[in-house]
């Protein structure tokens, strides 16, 4: 470790496998249902849209996936990322604790979503596919999905993006553009789905579900046959390819000694907190390792901490897999906050069923705290972060401070999933006093949750 | 080395001092003039303007000049910086040439402009200064002082923006305030040199030698006196700052055991391609290395290739000292290209100097040219540069096309000055076809050397 605290991994200690936590899940995750018959969906069914060997790991039961050479290369653009002690911000807080970070911000695109663009992209071409279609929120997905179709080569990305945020993060198109991807906003003229939203507005503004639907639409019947759906969150392989985190993470912590005691990440699907905390919540499993896990979501979309344990649909038009997971509804509508990276009614099953078995615990923030949070970061620690990253940046001073209080010298340990380059109006507005707190009436949620297609908690 | 060319140094090789040119120039840098005299000026003069130990750079006659303690810690929240190969690149372009960059864009300000605002933030606090005016063109400079600052702590940053870019880049003056700088378009009702250009025209757009000129008149004028200036370019000790760029990458090269044939950067004031071959420069001027050192500017501002050597005034309002250097006239105005970072009248003396000298040579591009060349770079090695940079790529991509009809398998390194992060607006007029090239016309070139305070060409 140098004095300031940044500990790089060398070469040779880089990572070569992705670690799969799923053979040593306190009780095995429930099959996917298809949306039209509710049985358990066939693989015919998922291989519509994936790649066989994202099938495979979909559902291995090996214990680490090797990960491909051609990948590891292209990783090595940005990784291994560093993991940081943020000295500055301990002694701003006056806490005895140690912070230390694990910069994700550090690729291309801004955030560790490449961890798994690289991956699928990589899959789909070895198997001849050479177009994948996607959609995304705020745009960290569609941007790294766009990088790592330039990065392959000779590989076409289609990208459905959620209208309102295409309006108001012009950058992100022109991001993803300058790459070489087509976007469009969603909902769109393109797909059915999409029509019959826009014949009821013109103007709709979308939604992350809605533009799954249409993503997903466009690849299952599209007359070429030529496209595959890939997707940022959410799915097992996604948190598989994310495990490059926590893996590092891991040998980074071992080389400097230091043992966390708390990890923290933020939810949306899931996939930032699980790369990074996998690895971790392996060893807590197998009775190797005593951390506390700890998954922070915003106050206006708390799936984790007021949603409940069932089966529900992922996407507005109920054309994907069903899945059994912490979902607020498939037609919960979270307030408009500027983190739309954790504006999904759902989770990953996979942390859904950590958070079951209480191998992790979540808490939810408000999005004025979580800014002022990014803030005091900012001008400690350099990094501008990213809305959805402050929600984590919040909890690890919130932790540092409980510790303040106690006078204890606790490691927290929180994933830094991407910068905020592109979201200086959340701040400007954070700056004006323009923010608002949102949080979501607890009756809402209530009534959504009626609506799932199958109530078995 | 790693596969993909990416070479990071240890801690224990990152360089500890700066490289000073200063006494081994082939012919030394007149004194700076007093605007008001035009005699050389007294320290008194500039001590009005800088600290002590940053005038004693300026005019330091040591070869190196130890770096501090505190500096090289804020340094290494982002340094060293990563040499890599460019190997997609050079397939695309079927190359036998290798081609390298080191990568300034990873500081949180996304530019090299950190390496100078750091340890100009570091002296001024060292004798007591707690409070820096400074103006900024496109943003990087003003960005990576309004960081330093909040590294440092307690330390207060003004930053006037030339109106334009202040309009045109909003995200750039609120990532200023993020960290706590405050910033006003200029020009500005704040001093008597922005009130007379806003008494002709209230919407004055502004450029980079007015802003200077308002950042100046405040410090020489403010009752409390507790202010000094710092600029981000031109001057010995901020070049003296950054060639803890060439120092680095010296050292990575040696590691791999390669001798780069050419040296690529771009020149505004020329502080990052100072930084990038000063080091090298010094070797090639005792006769121990033999390398090509290429400087990259814009046709539409064509200081070095079409300027002449003489003295000439830093600004707009002849308040700053005056120098001789390579100049297209104080009140020479560029054609509003996005490369704002390039729109200076001058040139750093000292690069100025290598040039007269012929120990660097200077080639100018097109527009079009170099954002053509930026998005095959994006499309190909992942990063999406600022319109500076873009500027040495195309050089890079021309050296290396020129190495393939010879079929030579030079070397060729370029420095990566900045990401494009806040330039999206730049790329969408490039994808949608709209933007110009623009040459200015030499006979207004020739107008404005007329006005030169004293011609000695």
Redesign the interface.
């Given at each position: 470790m140098?004095?300031?605290g940044?500990v790089?991994l060398?070469?040779k200690d880089q990572p070569q496998r992705w670690c799969n936590i799923l053979p040593f899940l306190p009780e095995p995750i429930k099959p996917y249902l298809s949306p039209q018959t509710m049985k358990p969906a066939t693989p015919d069914e998922l291989r519509v849209l994936f790649p066989m060997e994202l099938i495979k790991q979909e559902f291995s039961s090996e214990e680490y996936i090797e990960i491909p050479d051609d990948v590891l290369?292209?990783y090595?653009?940005y990784r291994p990322s560093p993991l940081?002690r943020a000295h500055?911000l301990e002694k701003a807080l006056g806490t005895p604790a140690r912070i230390y970070y694990k910069n994700e911000s550090?690729s291309?695109?801004?955030s560790h979503k490449a961890n798994t663009s690289i991956p699928q992209a990589y899959y789909n071409k070895q198997e001849g596919v050479k177009r994948l279609v996607t959609e995304t929120g705020a745009g960290q997905w569609g941007s790294a999905l766009s990088?790592a179709g330039?990065?392959l080569?000779d590989m076409e990305i289609k990208v459905y993006m959620v209208r309102v945020s295409y309006q108001q993060k012009?950058?992100r198109s022109?991001?993803m553009?300058?790459?070489?991807a087509s976007v469009v906003p969603s909902p769109s003229d393109q797909t059915q789905s999409g029509r019959a939203l826009l014949a009821t507005d013109p103007n709709h503004p979308g939604s992350l579900g809605i533009a799954i639907s249409e993503a997903v639409e466009e690849v299952a019947t599209r007359k070429e046959r030529d496209s595959h759906y890939a997707l940022g969150s959410v799915l097992n392989h996604v948190l598989l390819h994310q495990t490059i985190i926590g893996e590092e993470a891991l040998k980074q912590f071992a080389l400097i000694g230091e043992k966390p005691d708390v990890l923290v990440g933020c939810v949306g699907g899931g996939s930032n907190f699980g790369g990074f905390v996998i690895p971790f919540a392996k060893e807590k499993l197998l009775g190797r390792r005593d951390v506390r896990i700890l998954a922070v979501e915003p106050a206006a979309c708390p799936t984790l901490t007021k949603g409940i344990f069932a089966f529900d649909y992922g996407d507005e038009a109920k054309l994907g897999p069903v899945a059994e997971m912490y979902t607020l509804g498939h037609d919960f509508i979270p307030s408009g906050i500027h983190a739309g990276g954790l504006r999904y009614h759902g989770d990953s099953p996979l942390i859904s069923m950590l958070k079951k078995h209480n191998v992790i615990e979540a808490v939810a923030h408000n999005q004025l705290d979580v800014f002022e949070a990014a803030?005091l970061f900012?001008?400690?620690?350099?990094?501008?972060v990213a809305p959805e990253t402050a929600h984590a940046v919040k909890s690890a001073i919130e932790e540092a401070l409980k510790a303040k209080a106690r006078n204890e010298r606790k490691v927290i340990a929180f994933c830094l999933s991407g910068h905020g380059?592109?979201d200086?109006?959340a701040?400007?507005d954070y700056?004006a006093g323009k923010l608002e707190n949102h949080v979501h009436p607890e009756e809402k949620i209530a009534e959504a949750l009626h609506r799932l297609p199958i109530v078995n908690a």
């Open positions: 140098s004095d300031d940044k790089m060398s070469e290369q292209l090595r653009i940081v500055r550090v291309p695109a801004g990088l330039a990065l080569g012009p950058y022109i991001l553009r300058t790459w070489g803030q900012a001008r400690t620690e350099g990094i501008v380059n592109f200086m109006a701040y400007d700056l």
